[in-house]
């Protein structure tokens, strides 16, 4: 298989604090992981790619210093929203590429749910 | 500029057959994804097609031609449960992946 997860799939918070979005390749080493987001009833947005041991590379718009990404190891990358606001509220979906024949197909987390009160 | 297109929204009735299509215009081709994606969840891989042709995977197929930048799905025997969206996406020459926007595909009795 190629099982991704999230943690935690759903988070209320409160306006000025910060979040922290894992995400775990359970049973296979990525070579990759990327983060989205997704507002209702639009397409996924890349937010960041990340590779192990090295820092994440930003899509245009996207603001580094307050969506933290650590990618400490090549099954776990962190997503931290940082001071989180209403505006900030989404679908924050983690995808994961391995190594072999598919390298380049994305496997999809379940998602978290972030709303920002 | 890079682009997909699919169509917003379609509806099919459970036992048919619906065709959904995709087209690209990006730089460079390094293979086209289907995915789906069921309200309120993460998309889930599908199909991938980087050679000419059809590849059948069970009641869903996905069909490729890239001298006219076309890809589609096809969903066989309608289910309930293959009510949801469904995106194409294309690996460019970067091998950044192209989001379409998706098609909702809405399945009736």
């Known amino acids: 298989g190629a099982v991704v997860s999230q943690h935690p799939s759903r988070v209320i918070c409160k306006s000025g604090t910060s979040v922290k979005i894992e995400c775990r390749s359970l049973?296979?080493?990525?070579?990759?992981m990327f983060w989205y987001r997704q507002f209702p009833k639009q397409s996924l947005m890349l937010m960041a790619t990340?590779?192990?041991?090295?820092?994440?590379?930003?899509e245009q718009g996207v603001e580094k210093d307050k969506f933290l990404i650590n990618h400490a190891s090549l099954t776990l990358s962190t997503l931290t929203v940082t001071s989180a606001h209403p505006e900030d509220s989404s679908f924050y979906i983690c995808?994961?590429?391995?190594?072999?024949?598919?390298?380049?197909?994305?496997?999809f987390g379940p998602g978290t749910r972030l709303t920002v009160l | 500029g890079q682009n997909i297109d699919q169509p917003t929204e379609m509806t099919a009735t459970e036992g048919a057959i619906v065709q959904i299509n995709c087209t690209y215009q990006?730089?460079?081709?390094?293979?086209l994804f289907w995915y789906q994606q069921h309200a309120g969840e993460a998309p889930t891989f599908l199909s991938y097609?980087?050679l000419d042709g059809l590849e059948e995977k069970g009641r869903f197929s996905s069909f490729l031609s890239r001298s006219k930048g076309y890809s589609y799905l096809l969903l066989k025997e309608l289910q309930m449960k293959d009510s949801a969206s469904y995106l194409c996406?294309?690996?460019?020459?970067?091998?950044?992946?192209?989001w379409g926007a998706g098609t909702k595909l809405i399945i009736k009795p």
């Open positions: 995808s994961a590429t391995r190594e072999g024949r598919e390298a380049d197909t994305q496997y």
């Open positions: 049973d296979f080493q990525a070579t990759t």
């Open positions: 990340s590779n192990e041991g090295s820092k994440a590379t930003y």
């Open positions: 990006t730089s460079g081709f390094n293979g």
């Open positions: 097609n980087v």
């Open positions: 996406a294309v690996l460019d020459s970067n091998y950044q992946l192209i």
